[in-house]
């Protein structure tokens, strides 16, 4: 992979690219290739593939589950089991290999979602996430409910045991290195204190740590 500071794409990674974007956050798919987000995203934008929601009315499973500070296997399974409106849709093009070693466009399914007729089906499955982390108007319209819900699960979530689950690991991760946001305003928004954020940080920088040096 090129150096993160070397401007040229080479056909390996925009393949790479084109592969993952939709399912892959910038950040992810620049610390694969070795470059920086901005670059990921000057080329997405070359390549007219930034951006899904302007391109199509619709967004992917992935960019829902960001937007939603959860992890694509929950909205995948809210998709099959809770009936969560998601159609499998081919606006992505992938450049793969024929059998005689030839470049050829080749389309890609990906789940996407329609933002309105999330909301439709949310309102009737409130209880399907926990509201409080989510970014005020991320997925506009915004219904006036989810504020109120932001609210009342603030207080849910406070009033049981803390437990670190894959997806607050997840949403710490994305909301510190993703994101910026300081520590004390994530622990706010996952109920659960300064102190026990900052020590899960930890396991968490030295378990990545520890499986990155396994695969080198």
Known sequence: MANQYTNAWTPKEIEFLETSIGTMSFNAIANKLGKTPSAVSRQADKLGISNTKLASGLITMHELAQCLCTYDKKIKRLIDNEGLPGKRRDFRIRKALDGKGNRRNEKRLLYYIDVEEFWKWAEDHKDAFNWYPVPKNVLIPEPEWVDERRKEDYYKWNEVNFSWTDEKNEQL??????EGLKQKEIAERLG????????????LRDKKKKEKAKVV
């Open 173 to 178: 991760w994305r909301l510190f290195y993703e």
């Open 192 to 203: 659960c204190t300064y102190n026990a954020l900052r020590k899960q940080l930890f396991r």
